[in-house]
């Protein structure tokens, strides 16, 4: 039997707003001793050259050429995911969605990479607007992992994450990831406070690993994660793999 290694479920190529070339990926992974992904956005609201169903196509028969799995990152408030045929999903090894704009209470979005919150916007009414948001991607996407659950826009980095959050804004998105069947990415670049993932981990959510990898020096590292993890116990083959663990994409059905 092949020995285990971490798979790094998220990771950007030059297909988006990577610096690496997949054949670059493919071989910083290797020498991490990391199973690579690449996992470009798809999204017609995202930096990205896979932003329509013929681009797809073509990203997908590029990622053939290598020994990466197929992976995609899209976009819960963009419609294009909605319109990946069934045949082209199931090219896909694994799908990401991705909390990049939150919905508010009165139907506006907010980018969690907006550098000013709009005024009369609280740090406790986008938290709400979050996790409601949350709970929206998990009953509505096909995806099977979570990116970055604790993204938030840079004023509210700022806060201590056990602040920020409620604990029982942390068990309603929890109870949205276990109720779907999504994974909970320990992400390397945005990481999670343990608390939270603790919590998913209890609640019998599956964690994946995740570099969302841009630079040479973030792609396939995952120790960060993977630390996190076994520091909480979870086995390492318990971790996400599509191949070990099945996919919504269909891709290893039959």
């Known amino acids: 039997m092949t020995a285990w290694q971490p798979t790094d479920c998220h990771a950007h190529s030059t297909h988006s707003d990577g610096a690496l ?20 956005h798809v999204s017609r609201d995202a930096p990205t050259n896979v932003s329509s169903l013929v681009a ?5 028969d590029d990622l053939d050429r290598y020994p990466v799995l197929r992976g995609g ?13 069934p045949s082209t999903l199931r090219r896909f090894t694994h799908r990401l969605g991705s909390l990049h704009s939150i919905r508010l209470a009165d139907g506006q979005f907010v980018r969690a990479f907006a550098l000013e919150l709009p005024p009369s916007l609280t740090a406790g009414a986008y938290m709400a607007a979050h996790v409601a948001s949350l709970e929206a991607l998990a009953n509505e996407m096909p995806v099977d992992i979570l990116a970055h659950p604790t993204l938030v826009p840079p004023p509210l980095r700022q806060i201590d994450p056990h602040d920020l959050w409620t604990e029982q804004q942390e068990a309603r998105a929890v109870t949205a990831l276990k109720q779907s069947g999504i994974a909970f990415e320990i992400s ?9 993932v603790r919590r ?9 690993l995740g570099s969302d990898g841009h630079r040479r020096d973030q792609v396939a590292n995952v120790s960060e994660p993977l ?4 520091r909480l116990g979870i086995p390492d083959d318990a971790l996400y793999d599509p191949e070990r663990h099945g996919s919504r994409t269909g891709a290893f059905d039959g």
């Open 227 to 230: 630390a996190m993890a076994r």
């Open 188 to 196: 390397a670049r945005y990481p999670p406070h343990e608390r939270l």
């Open 73 to 85: 990152e899209f976009c819960w408030h963009d419609a294009l995911w909605r319109e990946i045929p």
């Open 200 to 208: 998913a981990a209890a609640a019998g959510v599956r964690l994946a």
């Open 56 to 60: 797809v196509e073509h990203y997908l």
């Open 21 to 40: 070339t997949v054949a670059e990926v493919v071989a910083i992974a290797a020498s991490l001793g990391t199973r690579p992904s690449v996992t470009d």
